[in-house]
């Protein structure tokens, strides 16, 4: 939706620019180049990407990402009159990377994205030296991905990159500070492929600097006037000067804090069966997902055990409750996480992952047993700030 809007801003500048041109007289056509550089925000669904590239179920939640970079382009156009060019170019949005983990394993992935641009420009005049612009037009983008993982979060290929044509559209003011230099201030929008056939928005905002060639300044047209006899005018004695008024202070809008992270762990994979010590592959999940969020600082975290249906509510919620202590205790020690407030609860049999009628039967046999697995776990939900 907000590129349809981007859009339809660019062709609304562009259309003004085509109503407006008979308005104003013709400027001699020339050529131009320039260079831009801004940043880049990339809107690229990373949760898309990992399930293109490992399959969906992989049970990887995302940890954090990096959506900013710098960008620039180089490009060069052809100015026809003052309200239209064509412009192509060269541009490079930099690289996004973001890392994702499972009980079973860990990935990281980046981004990153260049190619070639050719636009239509419409220009509507609001001074002798300002202007507004709107751009649209087509991109041609090569997106280079690059994977590590670890365990079941190990890709097949570590190295995928698409090709692919695409929308390109923006808007933006331009200043003439002299017929051989213009500067610019643009928001433009590219729409890229994630390699795996997944699109999303990046978006950049910029400055450019763009130097015409050959441009000459406009000579302006000299138009007598009569004189005209004005009789003198008393003036008025002055009006005593006003006292400003001391401007309010500034409200200072604390930042809002990152959302939690949830991330659930097998119990089956962290304890023996009805026991409520951690087994070697329980200390090796939690050490992985204690190193993996060593960029946060965590101020709050949640632990909750929680029981399949097996068994007495009584037994399920004393057995939930001593997971959910023991893992409590083992992050505790973690160098990554001390000095956070580390809350232990016990939900039993209450919080179930399987639906009702999924998993029929009451005797703990093997198949039963399986089909109640994702309700053995523990929930871990970390509140933190960077």
Do not use: W
């Amino acid at each position: 939706m907000k590129t349809h809007h981007l859009t339809r801003l660019a062709c609304l500048t562009t259309l003004a620019a085509a109503m407006a041109g008979s308005a104003h007289a013709q400027e001699a056509n020339y050529y131009y180049f320039g260079l831009s550089a801004g940043q880049s925000h990339s809107q690229l669904s990373e949760t898309d990407t990992t399930n293109s590239l490992l399959g969906t179920g992989n049970g990887a939640s995302v940890l954090g990402n990096e959506q900013q970079d710098t960008a620039y382009k180089i490009f060069g156009g052809y100015q026809f009159n003052r309200n239209f060019a064509i412009e192509g170019g060269y541009f490079n949005l930099g690289k996004f990377s973001y890392r994702a983990a499972s009980p079973t394993g860990t990935l990281n992935g980046t981004y990153e994205v260049d190619g070639l641009n050719l636009d239509l420009i419409g220009t509507l005049p609001l001074s002798e030296r300002f202007s507004a612009f709107g751009r649209i037009g087509a991109q041609y983008a090569n997106t280079r991905d690059s994977f590590s993982g670890t365990g079941s979060l190990t890709p097949a290929d570590r190295n995928p990159s698409k090709r692919d044509t695409n929308l390109k559209v923006g808007v933006g003011l331009q200043y003439d500070i002299s017929p051989s230099m213009q500067l610019r201030g643009e928001a433009e929008r590219y729409r890229i492929n994630d390699a795996f056939d997944n699109r999303g928005d990046v978006n950049v905002f910029s400055l450019s600097l763009v130097f015409p060639i050959g441009r000459k300044a406009a000579t302006p047209v000299a138009v007598a006037t009569p004189a005209v006899y004005v009789a003198p005018v008393v003036q008025p004695m002055p009006e005593p000067m006003p006292v400003a008024k001391a401007a309010p202070a500034p409200v200072v809008v604390p930042m809002a804090p990152p959302p939690p992270t949830r991330v659930q762990l097998s119990a089956d994979s962290m304890f023996g069966f009805d026991k409520a010590v951690i087994g070697p592959n329980g200390k090796t999940t939690l050490d992985t997902f204690a190193k993996d969020t060593a960029g946060v600082k965590f101020d709050a975290i949640s632990v909750e055990g929680n029981a399949d249906r097996l068994g007495s509510a009584a037994y399920n919620d004393k057995l939930s409750l001593q997971r959910a202590e023991a893992v409590k205790a083992y992050l505790a020690t973690t160098p990554q996480l001390q000095g956070a407030t580390i809350n232990a609860s016990g939900k039993g049999e209450s919080n179930p992952m399987t639906k009702p009628g999924e998993c029929v039967g009451t005797k703990p046999t093997k198949a039963l047993l399986t089909c109640l697995q994702p309700d053995r776990r523990v929930d871990v939900e970390m509140t933190g700030v960077r």
